[in-house]
């Protein structure tokens, strides 16, 4: 592994480093002088908005630059909106060079040991996420009116949505530019909503992840498509917007497992930012479970409550996306068949067979046999996953058992 980490770097900090200034170059493409259609704005935007999305400290830290370093003078660099200061964009473009850094040295090192680190880049991506819809994105779809209904001084042409003639000269002298925004922003936002869900997911999934090697390639894929969108969106505005729009389609309908990782890696984060496994207590019945990949006919990551009905049986409650109409599965396995799976970073409830039903939240960790006792579960508590092998490791350099289960 060690012999693959100077390639890896090279790759994840080259891609790192051009990428924000191609961003600068290209962010905001003005329409060509040959383009002067209404739509061409929106092929614009449409590549800022799904760019910024896809990563957004990287995305908002690069147009920011761009914007910097398009300003004509201090005086229109001090007008600048605070994203394109340079006492954000730089902090912003340093953090995501230092992110890439440590997935780069999580190649090598030891599973679990940059865990805090991905945790905090987690909640980093959610909070300039909320940031760049709340404020970038507005933003950018201001700046699209604006090309829309203002003129192009450099070719002389007349403004692409405003009437000419004498006739329309009170209609002309209408600023509509609100009107556009109050259509366009909500759909921005959507978009930007979709993208950036599926593009987090990435985060969460190298949270999850025991490997650094796979946390760099994850990591590299995503900044990859990024520098496709701002490339696509270089040579021609179209050609970005259709990349874009591909992006989009692809998040939209991968929506539902992005949001059920996304709840998932919030509910991770919280429960180890707030070490609430040291005051929490596993409840007698009704405890809150992720379902696993082998329950039938519940989407894997669903969020819902373990319910133990005084006939016997089991049943998963969920809602879906949340707040919609409750639903019930019925666990198909008996549950002297059922066991609590103690892993490094989280445990599941696994069949005899090893099937995941359920994944436990990390609040859970340390508190695997006080649920395997609450639903009477057979198997008690065994190890599972990095554990188990790390536990069968010590046995054979040991000379020594590894850990029986705990029934």
């Not at 639903?375 to 790390?390: I, T």
Request: charged letters at 15%.
């Amino acid at each position: 592994m060690k012999r693959y980490f100077p390639f890896a770097w090279l790759t994840v900090f080259a891609l790192v480093v051009a990428v924000p200034f191609a961003l600068a170059a290209t962010a905001a493409p003005a329409p060509s002088a040959k383009d002067r259609s209404p739509a061409a704005p929106i092929a614009t935007a449409l590549s800022t908005v799904t760019g910024i999305a896809i990563s957004p400290l990287l995305g908002t830290g690069a147009y920011g630059f761009y914007q910097w370093v398009r300003a004509d003078g201090d005086a229109a660099r001090a007008a600048l909106p605070w994203y394109a200061q340079m006492n954000f964009w730089l902090p912003a473009l340093l953090i995501v060079g230092v992110c890439a850094a440590k997935d780069a040295f999580g190649a090598v090192v030891p599973p679990g040991m940059k865990k805090p680190l991905d945790v905090l880049e987690t909640m980093e991506n959610k909070f300039s996420g909320l940031v760049a819809a709340g404020a970038v994105v507005p933003f950018a779809m201001d700046s699209m009116a604006k090309m829309m209904f203002a003129a192009d001084p450099a070719a002389g042409s007349a403004p692409a949505l405003v009437p000419s003639g004498l006739a329309a000269i009170q209609i002309g002298a209408i600023d509509l530019t609100w009107l556009l925004n109050v259509l366009t922003i909500p759909f921005g936002i959507a978009v930007f909503a979709v993208v950036w869900l599926g593009s987090h997911a990435i985060n969460v999934l190298i949270l999850l992840s025991p490997w650094g090697a796979i946390d760099a390639a994850l990591k590299s894929a995503r900044t990859v498509l990024l520098g496709l969108v701002t490339l696509a969106a270089t040579i021609n505005p179209w050609a970005g917007a259709v990349l874009s729009l591909i992006v989009v389609v692809v998040a939209y309908f991968v929506a539902g497992w992005s949001f059920r990782l996304t709840v998932f890696g919030s509910v991770f984060c919280w429960d180890f930012l707030t070490g609430k496994r040291k005051s929490f207590s596993p409840k007698e019945n009704d405890n809150e479970m992720f379902a696993g990949a082998d329950l039938p006919g519940v989407p894997v990551r669903t969020y819902g409550r373990l319910v133990q009905r005084t006939q016997g049986g089991l049943e998963f409650v969920y809602h879906p996306w949340l707040w919609l109409a409750p639903r019930v599965a019925k666990v198909p396995v008996d549950r002297k068949e059922l066991a609590v799976g103690e892993g490094l970073l989280f445990s599941d409830v696994v069949t005899e067979s090893g099937a995941t039903m359920f994944s436990l939240p990390p609040r859970y960790r340390g508190h695997e046999d006080v649920v395997a006792r609450a639903y009477l579960m057979g198997g008690g508590v065994k190890p599972a996953g990095l554990r188990k092998a790390w536990n069968a490791l010590g046995g054979m350099i040991g000379g020594r058992a590894a850990q029986p289960d705990r029934g």
